[in-house]
Structures are given as structure tokens and as C-alpha cells.
């Protein structure tokens, strides 16, 4: 069993940054492929990125490229999601998860979800 927990959510003007942080439980944590998902208010969530356990891989959304970084510390069983030139559109809870095996797009093939932690960007 993993637990995950987000923080380093909030309100932010467009084109500020923020640091997402996700903590995983357990002591296997880079055996776990993690991804950061989205969901905006009346929207499916959505993709964001990914990481493989190394570290060594990593997927990114189009809709973020160039301006989101998935990293990871194995050392501290932390993933963290840096997010620069924030738009308005990038307002959403977002969502830590992990699966054993590779990295996936796909939140289905996620085992394990955090309860999300709130980003608000404003015009």
C-alpha cells in the first residue's frame, strides 16, 4: 500500500510558478512509476506528466510542455511538479499518483491517488 500526499497548491498570478511536492508512503518508492494529473471544474481530469522510478524517463502534455518539470527524489520518496508561466487554464486540482512498472499517460493504469491539492491561476 502507498500513500500519497500533495502540498504547495494556491493562488498565483498568471505567469507566476509554483512547486508541487508530492510524499509517497513505503520504502519501495523508485520501484513506482509517478504521474501528476489535473481536473478542472466540470472537466475529466487529465494528464499531466510522468516519471519513471530512475528518474530517468519522463512524459510530458503537450498542453504544458516547456513550461512544467517532473522531477523526483528517491532519497526523500518525493515527486515534485515545478510549473512556470502559469495561465488561467492551468487551474485545477492537481492530482499525484503512482503505479508499479513504467511511466503511463493513461490514469487508469495509476494504483494509487493523493487527495489533490488545489491550483488556482489568475488573469
Known amino acids: 500500500q502507498v500513500q500519497l500526499v500533495e502540498s504547495g497548491g494556491g493562488l498565483v498570478q498568471a505567469g507566476g510558478s509554483l512547486r508541487l511536492s508530492c510524499v509517497a508512503s513505503?520504502?519501495?518508492?523508485?520501484?513506482?512509476?509517478m504521474g501528476w494529473f489535473r481536473q478542472a471544474p466540470g472537466k475529466e481530469r487529465e494528464f499531466v506528466a510522468a516519471i519513471s522510478g530512475s528518474g530517468r524517463s519522463t512524459s510530458v502534455a503537450d498542453s504544458v510542455k516547456g513550461r512544467f518539470t517532473i522531477s523526483r527524489d528517491n532519497a526523500k520518496n518525493t515527486v515534485y511538479l515545478q510549473m512556470n508561466s502559469l495561465k488561467p487554464e492551468d487551474t485545477a486540482v492537481y492530482y499525484c499518483?503512482?503505479?508499479?512498472?513504467?511511466?503511463?499517460?493513461?490514469?487508469?493504469?495509476?494504483?494509487?491517488w493523493g487527495q489533490g491539492t488545489q491550483v488556482t491561476v489568475s488573469s
Open positions: 499518483a503512482a503505479r508499479f512498472g513504467g511511466i503511463m499517460s493513461i490514469e487508469t493504469m495509476y494504483d494509487y
Open positions: 513505503g520504502r519501495t518508492f523508485n520501484s513506482y512509476a
